[in-house]
């Protein structure tokens, strides 16, 4: 006996609809392989008498529905890992539920597999489930399939049955993915035929039963024969006499010796030793975590990668991706979201999705936005430049995840299949005459005055007071309104969360360039959602932004309804109006806050201008930039 | 345990002295060498664990060079909760969970690494690599961020924290195989070898000192035994083996009939027993 035997390990992903027989399945693995414990099965027993379906039967599914509510429901919740040995091979089963949140699930435990397993209950045929899981599972680069044809004993075992649904999935298959094999096999989960033995019953099929093909399936590890590429995940520097970059190989081989390219930066060095602990090593391999050391002292960080010099890896900042929604909260296009690409972070923009995939059918459809357990193709924009690779050829350099800015969750997941070119031929104008410049022949220091509330709060109404008072001290000024740039610029857009979050994006940009001209921007716009108004504050520098909130209780503006809009929002004439049917997130921390249940006016505007002197925005600026 | 490095604030790692915790240990040693451990380990003692235990962690530390906080809750000393006077259930949760919480709260940790396996429960199955809890670091298990590839999203708001499973995909053989080849040092406790226990219900325990009341459990007998999980000696019950090699134990745990969480009264009350744990802060 080989004590520390390092038997292949095989992941694999387990995917099909609530009755296909899919924690059966996985029950009957353990259960035959004997890695069911008698402890276990007392508990089963205790459990299946109490939840079970297969009245005095074992439950099978019991055993690996692991949290209480899926028990009582009887349904699987989330993606569950299962552990399972042979004398051939070590295997990890990702578990992922077939109901809703489907999508989301099963690419996460396909992002991980080698191997999938798609069930059909042979009663029923292909499904559109069967086709939705599919078409992710050939999304995310899984190459091998296993159709299993599963309840054949409520079909009598009828060979027919089995000929039909293979000749139903191969048609399509063909057409829609890109697998490299795909196995047809006929069971019985529940009876436990062809799963660990060929089955009598069928005795018309003669390959291999499930176990036989899991144990044998040759997975070619493609990823040691690709060029090398290193993520740096961390600088490992004790004292000031080492220093060495830690992190897992992605792909590839490394030796001592070996010229690389160090990316971003493309700077080209040797490396000089491979640690792995005590050890030395010559050489190491995709997938061992090792720490390397250069021959001079090049700048490299965490997020740099290492690469080979032959096949560097490419840099862009613009791409073409396929984007998988996990989050309520629908993608919106121009809101700002931050991704990981293996160690890299950098602030994204999504564009409008050029098309969503109807994960049924396959078909591409037109789309504004992303929403939970949708796919669609994007363009993607990035604040930075980034090292990557298509993910058809390295999974680990070309997929992402998408994370929210504010409160930090995973809202998706993306695959970049290609970059776009065009980033190459927009540069940045270098201009000598800069905005101090401009603002100092004005004597004032440029600022966005951004007031937000909602229609009907006064914001329109002190912020053109404002600017009279303003002028009349000789300061140079202007005025962008909600209703007058609705008129012209952005007269394309409604008042969906889509188009108010494109409207402010255009606004935000616009101030943005009048503040470079030196001037005193003063923006009377809704703007109700917080991302929004952040997003215009990081569009400018720090103390180039004062956000005024206009604080009027919705019943005194819908009292005054200047413009009879609440009147024809009450009457459901107007979608989407803000404080009636679409939110209004308060500032937190606005810098000015009116309070128009106790100010007039005149004083509110009196509070605005103390604000900007007592912060030297009315004096003259430095001139030294 | 780099990407935890790499994103967090303030990490620590959870050390129990047991065998998960020994493999996580050598691996932070390999992850981060010829740097020392960029963070401090934490132990969480009872006051109740084999004197055995708390012998090899101070031999450990000192042989590592490592930075060790141990933590006991002493609100619960003050109010006399020990395993005899109190339920286990009442006891676990105050002088393992609630210490804990305290103790992270204490020093402000964000995200500490623990040695926890899915083979272990079915509840820890459907854990993440990287878990997240609330301010009361409660665990939401229909809640949790989706994981792909190997991207771990360590971000969190403030009040928030993680716990990171290094050992996630890792089973029970695993760790064995793994301490056999890399020859890490382990608790003897593991190995059998002759000792004195009790027994009552089944359960044998070692009489590790004076507190235990002799008296409710049978006379002693000296017996091979060992244990194959260690936690606290009065909740721990050794079993009858001859396996005196690491051999000898992977071979008896490929072999058993038993799951391994069988030796810890803890998981007994009800099948559910360790998810409610978690969700109540539970590691």
């Known amino acids: 006996m080989n004590f520390s035997a390092e038997k292949e390990l095989l992941r694999f992903i387990t995917s099909g609809s609530v009755d296909d027989g899919k924690s059966t399945l996985i029950g009957r693995l353990l259960y035959e392989s004997k890695l069911i414990f008698e402890d276990q099965l007392d ?16 439950d099978f599914a019991l055993l690996v529905d692991g949290l209480s509510a899926e028990r009582e429901q009887g349904i699987t919740i989330d993606v569950a890992y299962r552990f399972f040995e042979t004398k051939k091979r070590k295997f990890i089963v990702a578990d992922t539920p077939g109901h809703e949140q489907y999508t989301r699930n099963t690419a996460t435990g396909a992002s991980s597999s080698d191997l999938a397993i798609i069930l059909v209950n042979a009663q029923k045929g292909i499904l559109t489930q069967t086709l939705r899981h599919s078409l992710i599972v050939s999304m995310l680069g899984i190459k091998h399939v296993i159709l299993a044809i599963n309840k054949m004993d409520l079909v009598s075992y009828d060979h027919d049955v089995y000929l039909e649904i293979v000749e139903h999935y191969n048609q399509i298959a063909l057409e829609q993915f890109s697998f490299e094999s795909i196995k047809y096999l006929p069971m019985s989960a529940l009876n436990g035929e062809n799963i660990t033995l060929n089955s009598n019953l069928m005795p018309w099929y003669k390959e291999s039963c499930l176990l036989d093909y899991l144990e044998n399936i040759q997975l070619n590890n493609e990823l040691a024969s690709k060029p090398f590429r290193m993520f740096v995940q ?45 050890q030395n090593l010559d050489v190491a391999y995709a997938g061992q975590s090792v720490t390397i050391q250069i021959n001079d002292e090049a700048d490299v960080s965490r997020g740099c990668v290492l690469s080979s010099i032959k096949n560097p890896c490419l840099i862009s900042d613009q791409f ?17 979201y931050l991704i990981h690409l293996g160690t890299q972070h950098a602030l994204a923009r999504i564009a409008r999705p050029k098309f969503k995939i109807d994960i049924n059918t396959g078909k591409k459809l037109a789309a504004n936005s992303i929403k939970l357990n949708e796919i669609a193709v994007c363009n993607l924009s990035l604040d930075r430049k980034i090292v990557f690779e298509a993910y058809a050829d390295n999974h680990q350099l070309g997929g992402f995840i998408i994370i929210d800015t504010q409160n930090n969750h995973t809202l998706g997941m993306g695959l970049i299949n290609f970059p776009l070119r065009r980033s190459a031929n927009i540069h940045w104008q ?30 329109s109404t002190i912020a053109n007071l404002l600017e009279k008072r303003l002028f009349s001290m000789g300061k140079h000024t202007i005025v962008l309104d909600g209703d007058n740039v609705r008129h012209g610029l952005n007269r394309d857009l409604g008042f969906t969360v889509e188009d108010r979050v494109e409207n402010i994006r255009r606004l935000a940009h616009v101030s943005e360039i009048m503040l470079q001209a030196g001037l005193i921007v003063i923006t009377a716009f809704i703007s109700p959602f917080e991302k929004e108004r952040k997003m215009a504050r990081n569009c400018v520098e720090q103390g180039e932004f004062i956000e005024v909130f206009v604080d009027t209780p919705i019943s005194i503006a819908e009292s005054r309804d200047v413009k009879g809009l609440y009147k024809k929002a009450r009457a459901g004439e107007l979608k989407n109006f803000t404080g009636i049917d679409s939110p209004y997130q308060r500032p937190n921390n606005p810098e000015i806050y009116l309070d128009m249940t106790s100010l007039d006016l005149n004083q509110a505007v009196d509070n605005i201008v103390s604000y900007l002197e007592r912060n030297h925005y009315l004096t003259i600026t430095d001139r030294k930039g | 345990m780099r990407e935890v490095v790499a994103q967090s604030n303030n990490p620590v790692m959870l050390y129990s002295i047991g065998k998960d915790s020994s493999v996580m240990l050598h691996l932070a040693m390999k992850a981060f060498y010829p740097s020392k451990l960029p963070f401090p380990i934490l132990h969480v003692d009872t006051t109740w664990k084999f004197h055995e235990m708390i012998d090899f962690r101070d031999r450990i530390v000192r042989d590592l060079g490592l930075n060790l906080i141990v933590y006991t809750n002493q609100d619960g000393i003050n109010d006399g909760i020990t395993p005899f006077t109190h339920d286990s259930t009442v006891y676990t949760n105050i002088m393992k969970t609630v210490a804990l919480k305290q103790a992270l709260d204490k020093f402000k940790f964000d995200i500490a690494i623990g040695g926890a396996r899915r083979d272990e429960e079915k509840s820890r199955a459907k854990e993440r690599v990287f878990s997240f809890r609330n301010h009361q670091h409660h665990w939401d298990p229909k809640n949790q961020r989706p994981e792909i590839w190997s991207l771990y999203n360590a971000r969190i708001c403030k009040g928030e924290s993680i716990r990171a499973f290094p050992l996630s995909n890792w089973t029970e053989v695993d760790i064995w195989q793994y301490i056999y080849r890399e020859n890490i040092p382990i608790v003897p406790l593991y190995l059998a070898k002759p000792r004195a226990v009790v027994e009552k219900d089944g359960v044998q325990i070692l009489v590790d000192d004076d507190r235990l009341p002799l008296h409710d459990y049978s006379a002693p007998v000296v ?44 998981d007994f009350d009800q099948s559910s027993s360790m998810e409610k744990k978690k969700i109540e802060g539970y590691f």
């Open chain 1, 43 to 58: 508990l089963l027993e205790k459990d299946s008498k109490k939840f079970g379906t297969q009245e005095d039967n074992l």
């Open chain 1, 234 to 278: 961390w600088v490992n520097r004790p004292n000031s006499e080492f220093r060495g970059f830690a992190g897992r190989i992605s792909s590839g081989i490394v030796r001592v010796g070996d010229s690389i390219k160090i990316l971003p930066s493309g700077v080209e060095t040797k490396v000089s030793k491979i640690l792995l602990y005590h």
């Open chain 1, 320 to 336: 073409q991706v396929q984007i998988l929604w996990m989050s309520d909260s629908p993608m919106i296009p121009a809101r700002d």
């Open chain 1, 430 to 459: 270098k201009i000598d005459i800069n905005k101090n410049a401009r603002a100092s022949i004005k004597e004032q220091k440029p600022v966005i005055i951004w007031f937000t509330g909602i229609s009907g709060s006064g914001k």
């Open chain 2, 223 to 266: 017996k091979s035994v060992r244990f194959r999980t260690l936690g606290c000696y009065p909740l721990t019950s050794a079993f009858e083996s001859n396996a005196s090699s690491i051999e000898d134990i992977i071979k008896e745990t490929i072999q058993t009939k038993k799951s391994e969480r069988y030796g810890r009264l803890i």
